[in-house]
């Protein structure tokens, strides 16, 4: 009999198999930094300069301009917003 140790990969949703604890730890670091990355735009912190009307402009390392925290959260409630709207037209059917 043997033991392995199956971690999942959240961003490829493979489960990659180690032989010891140790090695599952190092991997989960791994995965931690390659998803925390991967959500970052590659660069694990963003330029942001405030605009005189208080806006804000995001950048990342390379100069390129990336969607601030409120891009997002504005992006995730109309997503909410639409899936509760198609929810609610489909439960009327």
Not at 16 to 36: G, H, I, M, R
Not at 57 to 73: C, F, M, R
Request: aromatic share 6%; with cysteine; glycine share 4%.
């Amino acid at each position: 009999m043997s033991i392995v140790y199956k971690v999942l990969n959240p961003l490829t949703g493979q489960y990659n198999t180690v032989s010891s604890k140790e090695e599952c730890a190092n991997l989960l670091l791994q995965t931690a930094w390659d998803l925390y990355l991967n959500q970052t735009h590659n660069i694990p912190y963003a330029e942001v300069t405030i605009n005189e009307d208080n806006s804000e402009t995001w950048k990342n390392g390379s100069g390129d301009i990336i969607p601030s925290a409120s891009d997002i959260q504005k992006r995730i409630d109309i997503n909410v917003m639409m899936r509760d709207l198609n929810l609610t037209i489909l439960g009327d059917e």
